[in-house]
């Protein structure tokens, strides 16, 4: 059985823009780093989903990612969607945000908030409070997905040393874990990170991305195309977009 969840009533609506007209909903990025190896994580890998599923914040799009790391893998199970680049990926985190270590379920909110990522109320509170800052448009364009990898062009306001990230992540509908502290369970996961990639010059340019067995079958449904906009100054996301992708 599912871990049942309630959405805190205090949060629903925070976000809201000022009146005056209806204007885009506001993307916040929410970054979850896990493990297949964790029995913690499940619980926020449910989390994660619903959030992307529910978007339960009255003017604010959630896009997800969810980032499996390598250190969990022992007591005789590999996580198969696990990444070193995850890994690394959050150990910048841990500096940025003066950690001690780095640790599973961690929820990274537009690269500016973390705090444990099964933690309902308070990530919810993070991504309404993120969604009041600042955000630039950023479009994707011309996403096509081809063998593994996708070929796109973003669009984006000038910036002063902004860098684009891009991670192309798929929907796992059913993983089953037969070793580990997770021995015996069916696990699920939303937008699991494949592949990613920086760039320093991006704007209208053709881009392209790889991923990692993005072509296995069995388990697997929707690809998204994942970017955003890093501060390098800060690590502060200050615009993201997704797009659903389908193979040519």
């Given at each position: 059985?599912?871990?049942i969840l309630a959405w ?8 809201a823009?000022?009146?005056?007209g209806?204007t885009?909903a506001t993307?916040v ?5 896990t ?6 994580c499940?619980?926020a890998d449910y ?6 599923a529910?978007q ?5 799009h959630?896009i997800v ?8 893998n022992?007591?005789?199970?590999r996580?198969?969607?696990s990444?070193i680049q995850?890994d690394?990926?959050?150990r ?8 001690d270590?780095s640790?599973t379920?961690?929820a990274v909110?537009?690269g ?6 099964s933690?309902t109320k308070h990530l919810v509170q993070?991504v ?6 600042p955000?630039q448009?950023v ?21 002063q040393g902004?860098?684009l990230?891009?991670?192309l992540?798929q ?6 874990v037969t ?6 369970r ?8 494949r592949g990613m ?5 991006f ?8 991923a ?8 697997t449904s929707a690809t998204?195309l994942?970017?955003f906009?890093?501060d ?8 993201a977009?997704e ?6």
């Amino acid at each position: 059985m599912g871990v049942i969840l309630a959405w805190p009533a205090l949060s629903i609506g925070q976000a809201a823009k000022p009146a005056g007209g209806p204007t885009p909903a506001t993307p916040v990025l929410v970054e979850l780093f896990t493990s297949e190896g964790c029995s913690d994580c499940p619980p926020a890998d449910y989390l994660l989903a619903r959030l992307d599923a529910e978007q339960p914040i009255v003017g604010v799009h959630v896009i997800v990612l969810s980032e499996h790391v390598t250190y969990w893998n022992h007591d005789g199970w590999r996580d198969p969607f696990s990444l070193i680049q995850m890994d690394e990926r959050q150990r910048h985190y841990v500096e940025q945000f003066r950690l001690d270590s780095s640790y599973t379920p961690q929820a990274v909110i537009d690269g500016a908030e973390q705090l444990v990522g099964s933690d309902t109320k308070h990530l919810v509170q993070a991504v309404a409070n993120e969604a009041r800052q600042p955000s630039q448009p950023v479009t994707i364009t011309l996403a096509a997905l081809e063998k593994g990898s996708v070929h796109f062009t973003i669009h984006a306001p000038a910036s002063q040393g902004d860098r684009l990230v891009a991670a192309l992540a798929q929907d796992v509908s059913r993983s089953e874990v037969t070793r580990g502290e997770n021995a015996g369970r069916t696990l699920h996961h939303v937008a699991v990170v494949r592949g990613m990639k920086q760039f320093s010059n991006f704007d209208g340019r053709e881009l392209s991305l790889s991923a990692v067995n993005l072509d296995r079958p069995t388990g697997t449904s929707a690809t998204r195309l994942v970017v955003f906009l890093e501060d390098p100054r800060t690590g502060r996301v200050v615009g993201a977009a997704e797009q659903t992708l389908t193979n040519q």
